[in-house]
C-alpha cells in the first residue's frame, strides 16, 4: 500500500462534501509531477486530506477507489476516485509538521505548492497517532 496526500480548499471541494458525496473523482490536476502522483495511486492506498490556503491542516483520510483513468475535462490529463475513509481526531497543521523534525523530510514542507504528493509510510503513520493526541 502507498500514500499519499491530496489538496483541497474547503469552500471549493470539503470534506463534508466528500462525506455527503461518497465518492468523488479527484480532477482537474494540471501539474505533471502531481499527475504522475495521480497515475501511481492503486485502489486501496490511502490519502491525507489537506485543507490548503484557508486552514492549512490535514483534516482526513480517504481511500483511492479507482486508479487513474482519462481526466473527464481534458484526455490528455488523469483523475482517480477517492471515497471518504475516516476524518482525524484532531487536525494536524502546517505548523506543526513543520515544527516536527520528525516530518522535516515530507513533501508537504519540500514542495508544499504539489497539489498530489506521495508520502511515506512512517509519516503517515506518524501524523495520525499525532491526531489522536
Do not use: C, H
Not at 505533471?32 to 497515475?39: D, S, V
Not at 471515497?83 to 520528525?102: E, G, Q, R, S
Amino acid at each position: 500500500m502507498n500514500y499519499w496526500l491530496v489538496k483541497s480548499e474547503p469552500d471549493v471541494y470539503s470534506w463534508e462534501d466528500l462525506l455527503k458525496d461518497k465518492s468523488t473523482v479527484w480532477d482537474g490536476v494540471r501539474n505533471f509531477q502531481a499527475r504522475n502522483n495521480l497515475k501511481a495511486m492503486k485502489k486501496g492506498d490511502l490519502a491525507f486530506f489537506y485543507y490548503s490556503n484557508e486552514g492549512k491542516a490535514i483534516i482526513a483520510i480517504a481511500e483511492i477507489s479507482k486508479e487513474a483513468f482519462p481526466d473527464p475535462k481534458d484526455t490528455n490529463w488523469v483523475a482517480v476516485e477517492l471515497k471518504p475513509k475516516k476524518k482525524l481526531k484532531a487536525a494536524v497543521t502546517l505548523a506543526a509538521i513543520k515544527a516536527d523534525k520528525a516530518l522535516s523530510g515530507m513533501v508537504l514542507i519540500n514542495n508544499s505548492r504539489l497539489s498530489v504528493q506521495p508520502v511515506k509510510p512512517e509519516e503517515f503513520d506518524y501524523i495520525v497517532s499525532l491526531s489522536e493526541k
